[in-house]
């Protein structure tokens, strides 16, 4: 919907602010983690979202997943991964790559140049599809549907926007939108009703970033904004006189299952990740390349 049509949306308010504090991860790189395990119940089906930074020789060396999708999306440089079953390839800037983990995976992620940026977001599965074998997608930038109006710009990684779809598949459903606000442009964004909804703002000017309703405080850059539920959707303002808004808008349909998470492991029970454990330490069950691979 248009900005001058926003007026007629009631918006859903903002429940709750999280400040992505920076913490190491991996070899050397530096996260900023927005979503963790005291938001996962507010956020189903999210169980974290990280603001990724990483320089060579930093990295993510080999590691396993199970159970749950990761989605990167770059905003600087490049992360080169390359995984056990033999898939390899390099993400740039603009560049999405959607990963089904299912049974498991154990992947590198790399860095590529000098300064790597990028968003890395986890979608748990249904225990239904936890187990299923592990998928990729890939988008490149020029992939990405993007559209524009009323001084807002989107790209859209996930679901619809401005009257565009991506054409990505999402086994949990899903929502995932790149917006720029240019200064003083408005913007309400349809999200289904029973979704649960947040917004990861990446860079804003000073009191720019206003989410709900247009007289709650504004929100700094680094910020997860976790949204009520109900309502038509989102409304955003930016309200700097300067400088844009760049915000991603996440959603997702509920999965309401138990979440039992051992690291990089999310399953429903913990015996079944008692199991995931003996699974990739005796390299079977999906975890069968284990004991011969090492990334380049």
């Known amino acids: 919907m248009s900005s001058s049509s926003s007026q007629s949306f009631v918006s859903r308010s903002v429940i709750k602010k999280v400040f ?3 913490q190491r991860e991996g ?3 530096v ?8 938001e996962q119940k507010l956020l189903d089906p999210f169980l974290m979202l990280d603001e990724f930074s990483v320089s060579p020789p930093a990295g993510f060396p080999d590691h396993p997943h199970r159970g749950f999708e990761t989605v990167t999306y770059v905003l600087e440089g490049g992360i080169t991964h390359q995984d056990f079953k033999g898939h390899k390839g390099t993400i740039y800037a603009g560049d999405v790559q959607w990963m089904t983990a299912g049974r498991g995976i154990i992947h590198s992620e790399m860095p590529e140049e000098e300064v790597n940026k990028g968003l890395q977001l986890w979608i748990n599965l249904s225990s239904s599809e936890k187990m299923i074998e592990p998928n990729y997608q890939e988008l490149s930038s020029s992939d990405i549907p993007k559209a524009e109006q009323n001084g807002v710009e989107v790209k859209v990684i996930a679901g619809e926007s401005m009257g565009i779809q991506s054409p990505v598949y ?3 459903p899903t929502m ?6 240019h200064p003083g442009a408005q913007f309400h964004q349809n999200v289904p009703e029973s979704w649960n909804a947040f917004a990861y703002v990446l860079e ?10 247009s007289n709650s405080s504004p929100v700094s850059a680094h910020n997860v904004v976790v949204f009520g539920q109900g309502n038509d959707g989102v409304s955003v303002w930016n309200k700097s006189s300067s400088k844009k808004l760049r915000f991603v808008l996440i959603a997702g349909e509920p999965i309401g299952e138990p979440v039992v998470q051992y690291g990089p492991f999310v399953m429903n029970t913990q015996a079944e990740i008692d199991m995931t ?3 990739y330490h005796y390299s ?3 975890f069968e390349m284990a004991k011969y691979w090492k990334s380049q």
């Open 170 to 172: 999402t086994r949990t």
């Open 20 to 22: 992505a504090k920076l």
């Open 277 to 279: 454990i003996e699974d």
């Open 27 to 29: 070899d050397g790189a």
């Open 284 to 286: 079977k069950n999906g």
């Open 176 to 181: 995932f939108l790149d917006f720029i606000l």
């Open 31 to 38: 996260v900023r983690r927005g979503i963790s395990r005291s």
């Open 204 to 213: 804003s000017g000073e009191g720019g970033a206003v989410f709900g309703s």
